[in-house]
């Protein structure tokens, strides 16, 4: 398995408080996304970075931000969090960027509860 | 909006049968389409993928067939088995995004 770890692996939150998940690879790769996985909706990209300091949004992007201070750690942050967040939460790394044909590996995933 | 839409969104089959998942896409862009498993409590794995330039790409009991003036794609998997019985994902990825279908369940009944 490639070496990407979540954590926390599992939490529960208020409504209207900050949550950070954290995403560490020990596999230098440069590409590093979040997605979450709700029922119906598939995987859905919510922000990615290509390089330390580089980031982008995806396609769900409002109330996440992240940060990339080493290529190592991706941390995707829910500033104030609210019940329609509730969700797993996928990290996934690649070594070159999608489009060249490389597989993105994924972690096991973050299981977040608001209440 | 959805980029790549995936049917069915569920589907049984029985053991030793054929199991098709269909994707298609809007974005001419797209250049890589791979296809990920993910069974239950674990992130998706990737599965096998495929490069517009080829038509069918076969890894196995898993197929791949492209048909890039359709935008379309799917996937076949022949013999299906009870250990098949997982969630699949199509993708597809033309800039540093990867964008996912909304998933098949599938179920191999023994």
């Known amino acids: 398995d490639a070496g990407i770890t979540q954590s926390p692996r599992h939490k529960v939150t208020e409504t209207g408080t900050p949550v950070t998940l954290r995403c560490h690879q020990t596999e230098n790769h440069r590409y590093m996304y979040w997605y979450r996985q709700d029922p119906g909706h598939g995987l859905r990209l919510i922000h990615y970075s290509y390089g330390v300091k580089d980031t982008d949004k995806g396609e769900v992007s409002d109330g996440y931000s992240v940060s990339r201070s080493k290529t190592e750690d991706f941390l995707l942050t829910l500033e104030s969090a609210t019940s329609s967040q509730t969700s797993v939460y996928f990290c996934?790394?690649?070594?070159?960027?999608?489009?060249?044909?490389?597989?993105?590996?994924f972690g096991q995933g973050t299981r977040l509860t608001v209440v | 909006q959805q980029q790549v839409k995936q049917s069915p969104q569920s589907l049984i089959v029985q053991k030793g049968g054929i199991s098709i998942i269909n994707c298609a896409y809007e974005n001419t862009a797209f250049d890589y389409f791979p296809w990920y498993q993910q069974f239950p409590g674990k992130g998706p794995a990737l599965l096998i993928a495929i490069r517009p330039d080829v038509s069918e790409k076969k890894e196995g009991r898993f197929t791949i067939s492209f048909n890039k003036s359709a935008k379309q794609f799917s996937l076949h998997i022949m013999d299906s088995q009870p250990g098949d019985s997982a969630t699949y994902f199509c993708a597809a990825s033309g800039s540093e995004k990867l964008v996912f279908g909304k998933g098949t369940k599938l179920t191999v009944n023994p």
């Open positions: 996934a790394i690649s070594e070159r960027y999608a489009a060249t044909n490389t597989e993105a590996f």
